[in-house]
């Protein structure tokens, strides 16, 4: 025994920190590893099963029959990638919000931006399909248009009300509620004006939904997510100053409302862009942004790029298990009649993962929040 004391340097101590945060670049690329993993087991997993073998030669340009190559690379990668981008953007979202309101419980919904992109484009398809939503296709820049400016509209309105002398915390909260809830109300009124045709497409922009998502989607999501996560990540430095409170951030030299503004415009534009394409998914801006801050700490240079990983693994995996579980497994397990080739919505697998997940946030004590 004491040649096992002596053995070891004296001085020596062993790091509390957590592993995640002592060897973070490693941590960061297993996450990476992993959702390479899941994009070849989401092109993988569909009505038409691939092996690995015909996955890696489609994405080679090497096929063994031309409907591998057009499943694969037309269909099932844009797919992939779409819920990929979205998740890490809407785990951004979540982080920086969460940091900038010093909420936990603050999500990419809690500026209305989700709700208020939702609303606008109801309101496109209400008024410009000219009686058939069948002639209004998705695909195209002018739907993700109207859902950018419609989010970005709500963030601002909220920004707006909530400013009084400076923008406190618990209003911006408040006034973000408020915004979201009448944005909601409004698109459940659009939904009487609207015909069936109309009803099923508004009610998968309203929960989120990855289905049909195919280059053109990516297109338009792509360039939103080249200009938004950098700048949300290059804003780690406000972030961390502002969690702490606004005097301390003050006290550091921070301009406080022209930080808290950079933040909120950077987390409103990454949540629209999201709205914008698949519509309005809840709960991985909370889970994901929480998933991180247990495994890394509150240093928001760890925290935000963590949080970008852990909600793009978690949207990804959730369009997986949506692709998976068909309306007709439901339908066998519950009695109803349900259309035996429909998948569920992400949105919907998402929100029954999130929901047992926020309820055990709200029962922890607050201090483990």
């Not at 290059?234 to 930080?259: F, K, S």
């Not at 890394?296 to 852990?310: E, H, K, N, Q, W």
């Amino acid at each position: 025994m004491s040649r096992a004391l002596t053995a070891q340097p004296s001085g020596a101590r062993p790091d509390p920190r957590p592993f995640a945060v002592r060897h973070f670049g490693a941590f960061l690329g297993l996450w990476a590893l992993v959702m390479l993993g899941l994009i070849v087991l989401h092109i993988a997993v569909g009505t038409l099963d691939f092996s690995p073998r015909q996955i890696v030669l489609a994405l080679l340009q090497r096929p063994e029959e031309a409907l591998h190559h057009q499943v694969v690379w037309g269909l099932r990668l844009p797919r992939a990638l779409v819920a990929l981008v979205a998740g890490g953007m809407l785990g951004l979202a979540g982080a920086i919000l969460q940091c900038v309101t010093r909420n936990p419980l603050a999500e990419p919904g809690l500026m209305g931006v989700s709700s208020g992109g939702v609303l606008a484009i109801i309101v496109y398809i209400v008024l410009a399909s000219g009686g058939s939503a069948s002639s209004l296709p998705d695909a195209g820049l002018m739907l993700p248009l109207v859902g950018v400016l419609g989010g970005m509209a709500a963030a601002t309105l909220t920004y707006a009300l909530s400013y009084r002398r400076g923008s406190d915390p618990v209003r911006l909260i408040l006034t973000g509620v408020l915004v979201a809830g009448v944005c909601s109300a409004l698109s459940s009124l659009l939904l009487l004006w609207a015909d069936d045709d109309q009803v099923q497409r508004i009610l998968r922009w309203t929960v989120g939904s990855t289905s049909g998502r195919v280059w053109v989607h990516w297109g338009t999501l792509y360039p939103v997510a080249l200009v938004a996560v950098p700048l949300g990540l290059l804003c780690a430095g406000l972030a961390n100053a502002l969690q702490l409170g606004d005097g301390v951030a003050r006290g550091l030299g921070q301009r406080v409302e022209v930080a808290r503004l950079t933040l909120l415009f950077a987390a409103s534009l990454l949540t629209a862009g999201v709205v914008a394409v698949v519509g309005a998914v809840g709960f991985i801006g909370l889970v994901g942004p929480h998933l991180a801050r247990r495994a890394a700490g509150g240093d928001v240079r760890r925290l935000f790029p963590l949080s970008v990983a852990l909600s793009a693994v978690l949207l990804i995996a959730s369009d997986i298990v949506a692709r998976t579980l068909t309306l007709g497994w439901i339908g066998a397990f519950t009695g109803l009649e349900l259309p035996e080739g429909a998948g569920l919505p992400v949105g919907a697998v998402t929100a029954m993962l999130g929901a047992p997940f926020f309820l055990h946030l709200l029962l922890r004590p607050k201090g483990d929040l």
